[in-house]
């Protein structure tokens, strides 16, 4: 809904200055409002302010922030944070690579997609 991901965002930056523990649940549900709102790139901030804040990012979270660039059709960030899923050792599953391939073919880049259904179908994404 419009204007959802700001009010969204006014409670994070509430929480920050009040010194509230946020925790994966909080950020989740903000970065998903972010980017069902279109603002993939707070989205984008919000999980950066996630890992800066020490919170550990779950496969839901990674999830989220993956469908967060498809939307925004950011490719090249959308397999980074894949790759930074991969180095935390967490579960891919198919949302998470169905978001990334998705990532890929919005921005043309056919190559990539074909390489992640090919990681999929030889089980390599996990």
Do not use: P
């Not at 010194?19 to 993939?40: P, R």
């Amino acid at each position: 809904k419009d204007g959802e991901w700001e009010k969204a965002l006014v409670l994070i930056g509430a929480m920050t200055q009040g010194k509230v523990q946020m925790d994966k649940v909080t950020f989740s549900a903000a970065i998903s409002t972010c980017a069902n709102g279109g603002e993939w790139l707070k989205a984008i901030q919000l999980i950066r302010l996630m890992t800066q804040g020490k919170v550990r990012m779950d496969a839901i979270a990674y999830n989220t922030a993956i469908s967060a660039c498809e939307k925004g059709g950011d490719w090249e960030k959308a397999l980074g944070i894949l790759g930074d899923m991969l180095k935390a050792r967490l579960e891919i599953c198919t949302i998470t690579c169905n978001a990334a391939i998705s990532a890929c073919e919005k921005c043309g880049e056919w190559a990539k997609a074909l390489e992640l259904i090919g990681a999929m179908v030889h089980g390599k994404t996990q």
